[in-house]
Nanobody, 133 residues
Framework: VQLQAFGGGLVQAGGFLRLSCAAS????????LGWFRQSPGKDREFVAA????????AYARFVKGRFTISRDNAKNSVHLQMNSLKPDDTAVYYC???????????????????????????WGQGTQVTVSS
């Protein structure tokens, strides 16, 4: 499995960016694709996830209403539309695929134990997002 994230850049606060993740190597049916991010000195954290088959989505509370995850089954890609960006969104953004089928995941973005780093793998090379104030 190979995942490659791209689309990052420098943007002013209040602006927008669209990240993409190209996925290859296997079928992702019944699995989830997720976006995570890591800021300097901080742990990598969950941002958003999508059920590849159903299209169901989940978001971290700090991006709800601002970010939208989507997938293009035909192109085997996942996108993250990021609007109303804040300086706190500055980070390296990574995409990853769930290690288990979606049915084995805790699909509840209100739960702290959901979408753990250890539930995902095949981490792609990240893309840097920098939001200036």
């Amino acid at each position: 499995v190979q995942l490659q994230a791209f689309g990052g850049g420098l943007v002013q606060a209040g602006g927008f960016l669209r990240l993409s993740c190209a996925a290859s190597g296997r079928s992702f049916s019944s699995y989830a694709l997720g976006w995570f991010r890591q800021s300097p000195g901080k742990d990598r954290e969950f941002v958003a996830a999508i059920n590849w088959s159903s299209g169901s989505t989940a978001y971290a509370r700090f991006v709800k209403g601002r970010f939208t995850i989507s997938r293009d089954n035909a192109k085997n890609s996942v996108h993250l539309q990021m609007n109303s960006l804040k300086p706190d969104d500055t980070a390296v953004y990574y995409c990853a695929v769930s290690k288990m089928r979606v049915t084995a995941l805790l699909w509840d973005d209100t739960q702290d134990l959901a979408f753990r780093l250890t539930d995902f793998g095949s981490w792609g090379q990240g893309t840097q997002v920098t939001v200036s104030s």
